[in-house]
């Protein structure tokens, strides 16, 4: 399977797309194309890109629920809030906010929502259109500017006190669920699925999305997959599973080490790798843990 499939697959609808839009003046261009065989190629290209989804779709539709088992989500919820929030009570944290002095801002709600990394920005954006008048919908211009940044200009001192009572509302606390699952968990599952991984493998995807951002820059977990695959083969493409989610958790190591050298990696060291090393690749519990120092079981 294609790296990233569903991202990948519009490149060749982009390529020709630019291909067609280059300068006819220019000596090294080749004549343009009649509209009609531009607009036929095109087409063929978007055909491609949409056999290549539906192949993915069909290959996630014939693979064991995992992850996106009911219990099984509840379970990666738990083990995330333990990483983000030190709980495992993961409804307890719809209102949380602070700045975790980490560069990227407030971080705030069920996976760290950062204002310094868009996510938080585009849940707002997205539940705002739905509730324009919620508390939180004045500081979308202050949210706008500060994007990208650790910056709270424009956020303080209001902001905090209104993340907190809009968590209050049942609407905010969907939004916070709908938009983890968009961008995080339905992506990081599907995409373990075509790589052939269980139900340890597809969270540790998602932990790891939730953690390096879903982008493709250094980095973003795009970039730790790509690593990871340079150095062991996924099941898909016929390497040993256990194989594989070891080189990606190297990785994965060195990359948040990379980025803040005293970060603690718990998370990865004495969680994920100890469920691997014990061969739990279905996730089963009861499951016993350390993160950041603290203990943590789930019973059976």
Known sequence: MK?????????????????FMLPSDSPDTPA???????????????????????????VVAARPPGLAAPEKKELAQRLVASAEHATTDWRGT????????????????????????????????????????????????ALREVDGTDSHEGL??????????????????????????????????????????????????????????????AGGFYDVRAQAVDRARTPAAGGLEETYLDAFLDVRRDTMLSRYPDRNTSRVDTAQRRFLKAGNLDLDTPLRWEMHGERYTLPG
């Open 94 to 141: 719809y209102g949380l906010i602070e700045d975790a002095d980490d560069g990227c801002g407030y971080t705030a709600g069920i996976v760290g929502f950062c204002t310094g990394t868009h996510d938080l920005l585009a849940l707002v954006e997205t539940y705002t259109e739905e509730h324009p008048d919620n508390g939180l919908a004045p500081y979308l211009p």
């Open 3 to 19: 790296p990233a499939g569903v991202l990948l697959s519009a490149v060749p609808l982009i390529a020709a797309a630019v291909y």
């Open 156 to 217: 303080d001192p209001g902001f905090r006190a209104a993340w907190k009572a809009e968590a209050g509302t049942a609407a905010f606390r969907a939004a916070q669920e709908e938009e983890r699952d968009r961008r995080y968990f339905e992506p990081a599952v599907r995409l373990a699925k075509l790589d052939g991984l269980g139900t340890l493998g597809q969270f540790v995807y998602f932990d790891a999305m939730v953690f390096h951002g879903p982008g493709i820059e």
């Open 32 to 58: 343009p194309r009649p509209a009609a065989t531009a607009r036929t190629a095109l087409e063929e290209a978007k055909d491609r890109a949409e056999k290549e989804l539906s192949a993915d779709d069909a």
